[in-house]
């Protein structure tokens, strides 16, 4: 490791927050306002990008905060920041991506492509009369938000990413194939695989049960469903006290709708995507970047993933990367979990742009 690099290392921040229960006050940002709507003095719109109809949710005034979810969540899992940011003077934007709640799900499984993906993130920057943004990713949002840094660059003016940090491409083996070899074919990204599989399994346990499934899993252990079944559909599942029957009620309505094969093709493209981005071995993603993960996210407990997150393999990747976070005791799920803390760890980072 030369000087140079040693020295831009030692200027990173890592933190290790030990988070305890709080009574959060909505006033103070709005950022506990919650239910169906997601709460009051947000915009829907539709917006043409990319060849598709894109739902788009928006509040306030000031630099655009793109917000890009993950699965299996819609633009309501940042309900909470958008209130947040707008209160603390910036225009958060937060779309539905493609495939998921009120915008377009194309029916081909090559429809879900990473370029497809940036591409339309691309479309609705320039539609929103950008040069660039800040942008926040979470789950498969922060694998777009780090694609788009890798092939846009100047749209992006910082990225603040969660659970999931940006990894390299392996070129001598591909992605699907390697999740195999470390965990089984009953690990769910293997199993998503298969078209139409999941989709007979979650129509057979029920859309709202599935979410909570998904919603309360709150383990560092990987996440099997078994061929054999994901369990009964007469499960009852008690919701952790940041998400409420009304939140399911909310996710679950939109994916009856669509359903889950525009969320699950995301996974199925993932070979295809390690084909498509062979021109992008070995690059680094070049903007200012700040990074958040909770210590029980199983994200955070795959094979190596710490040495790399905290040793020099990230940031030699990420080399403009300024911020490490680690919440202690919290999830996947993390900015639902942990709302006002996340809206506040986005501002403190963005506000210095």
Known sequence: MGAELRTA???ITYTMLILEPETQN???GGEMDG???GGEGITHRTVAVNGINMHVAEKG???VVLLVHGFPELWYTWRHQIHGLAARGFRAVAPDLRGFGDTDAPPGVSSYSI???VGDLVALIDSLGQDQVFVVGHDWGAMVAWSLCMFRPEKVRAVVNLSVAFTPRKPARKSVEYLRSLYGDDYYVCRFQEPG???AEFARLGTALVLEKFYTYHSPDPLFIPKEGWGSPDTEIPLPSWLS?????YYASKFEKTGFTGGLNYYRCLDLNWELTAPWTGAHIKVPAKFIVGDVDLTYHTPGIQDYIHKVGFKSYVPLLEEVVVMKGVGHFINEEKPHEITVHIYNF???F
């Open 9 to 11: 290392w030692k200027s």
């Open 26 to 28: 909505p006033a103070s």
């Open 35 to 37: 239910g169906g709507g």
């Open 61 to 63: 005034e000031g630099p």
């Open 115 to 117: 370029f497809h993906l």
């Open 197 to 199: 599989a999941a989709e």
């Open 245 to 249: 029957k009304d939140d399911i009620k």
């Open 350 to 352: 963005i506000k210095k």
